[in-house]
């Protein structure tokens, strides 16, 4: 007796609509990546990465990257000039590590504030100056790199004592406590 090895039309209609399903997902991300491909792209071609990793003398995040020169845009709208300007100077110098780069230059120069913007931001996790400060990341900052795998990056307060001084009690009158 012969056997319809056929699948029902049931089965057939679920693959369509998986199908679909992934087509749909798939249309969605299409979309969504060129404008991640485009930022990455101006990104690196605004030299910010190379120089990053130069300053901080180590490899660095692209996530992070994008995300503190987005703030340091923000904060300081000549922010891409000065980059600009900084690349070409240390491209032409060639220099072998930030600290030859640090020693070339007085400390009242642009290019060293444009430097330092770059690594404090790096090494803290923040942009910006005084109530207009950023958090850009906390636990990723590489002030903690030194300590990775030995202390616990805090989670709250400055540190020990950061909570100020001891209350003082109040001292009681004819035992009487005030």
């Not at 039309?9 to 199908?19: E, F």
């Amino acid at each position: 007796m012969a056997q319809n090895n056929h699948p029902p039309v049931s089965m057939a209609r679920r693959r369509m609509l998986q199908g679909m399903g992934v087509l749909s997902l798939s249309a969605v991300c299409a979309s969504l990546f060129p404008a991640v491909k485009a930022r990455a792209q101006a990104l690196s071609e605004s030299g910010f990465m190379p120089l990053s990793s130069f300053l901080v003398s180590r490899p660095v995040s692209p996530v992070l990257g994008q995300r503190y020169y987005t703030a340091l845009v923000k904060h300081h709208p000549d922010f891409p000039a000065r980059l600009t300007a900084l690349g070409n100077y240390l491209n032409g110098r060639h220099f072998g590590h930030v600290d030859e780069f640090l020693a070339s230059l007085s400390p009242d120069d642009a290019l060293i504030h444009t430097a330092t913007l770059m690594i404090s931001a790096w090494y803290t996790g923040v942009v910006g100056d005084g109530e207009h400060l950023e958090l850009i990341a906390y636990a990723q900052a590489l002030m903690y790199l030194p300590t990775k795998g030995i202390l616990v990056v805090p989670t709250y307060g400055g540190g020990p004592d950061s909570w100020g001084g001891k209350p003082i009690e109040p001292t009681s009158v004819k035992g009487s406590n005030l």
